[in-house]
């Protein structure tokens, strides 16, 4: 039996592991969510460490260990310079915003090569449009992230309902429904008097529609897709709160994001 195997990544996160070494979380298109140990990574002679940048997609070989797998080698695929060299620092927030909705969402060390390719599309598509002059720049950026985070949670198995009441199942035809993260879905007016008034927030049809979309539309359909700037905000927090409750704690880079 081999102990060595090789994958491609992308790298979520690092942290201190003893006196010279790292440990890295990699997302791996073959084996899902890793953690892996670099040895000497903290050294400035090492010669993986310029490998190893936080959401930078790479080739990986790893030896498998006793009780953590070690990083034997590492090459770089694509760096995304395009989101890190950004000077406004969106590019930078954004990149860690998905790197920190995915670590929190992701788990397991299955394949997961849908999820894979649905994150390093959105990665290629962000990397695109930082580098063009939109308007709302910011809120259209969000948007195909949010679009990514949709999608995502619908492969997970925590698709929200938008297309019946999530209580009395009725089909979803009239304005003035809302939101409910509570019980994951849109609840119809008649329905909204048995909701809480702190898990719900009202939604567009426009809202409603693009929800809608991002279930049946692939990624790239929503870079061009004409959406106004409220129902983009809107769309926004309504996934922001999504991501909330299923990964259960607040998102830093995503104050980070707003602060910018």
Do not use: W
């Not at 060595?4 to 084996?31: A, H, M, P, S, V």
């Amino acid at each position: 039996m081999s102990r060595t195997y090789t994958t491609t990544g992308i790298i979520l996160k690092r942290r201190d592991y003893q006196e010279n070494d790292c440990l890295f979380c990699i997302y791996t298109k073959d084996f899902g969510k890793i953690e892996v140990v670099a040895r000497g990574t903290k050294k400035i002679s090492s010669k993986l460490k310029g490998y190893l940048e936080p959401f930078y997609l790479v080739k990986l070989m790893i030896a498998k260990g006793k009780f953590i797998d070690k990083l034997a080698n590492c090459n770089t695929i694509k760096s995304y310079e395009n989101l890190r060299a950004d000077p406004s620092l969106l590019g930078f927030a954004l990149i860690n915003y998905l790197a920190e909705g995915t670590d929190g969402l992701i788990s397991g060390h299955t394949s997961q090569s849908d999820k894979f390719n649905l994150l390093i599309e959105t990665l290629n598509i962000l990397e695109q449009e930082i580098a063009k002059d939109l308007q709302e720049k910011k809120e259209r950026l969000l948007f195909i992230s949010s679009i990514y985070f949709l999608k995502l949670l619908g492969l997970l198995g925590y698709q929200p309902e938008i297309h019946r009441c999530v209580l009395c199942h009725k089909g979803i035809l009239l304005t003035k429904n809302i939101f409910d993260f509570s019980k994951g879905g849109l609840v119809c007016e008649d329905c909204k008097r048995v909701c809480l008034i702190e898990d719900y927030i009202r939604v567009s049809d426009g809202v409603i529609k693009v929800l809608q979309l991002a279930k049946e539309k692939s990624l790239d359909y929503f870079v061009t897709l004409p959406v106004e700037i409220n129902d983009l905000k809107a769309l926004n927090k309504v996934v922001e709160k999504l991501i909330l409750v299923n990964v259960e704690r607040p998102l830093k880079t995503l104050e980070f994001f707003r602060s910018i």
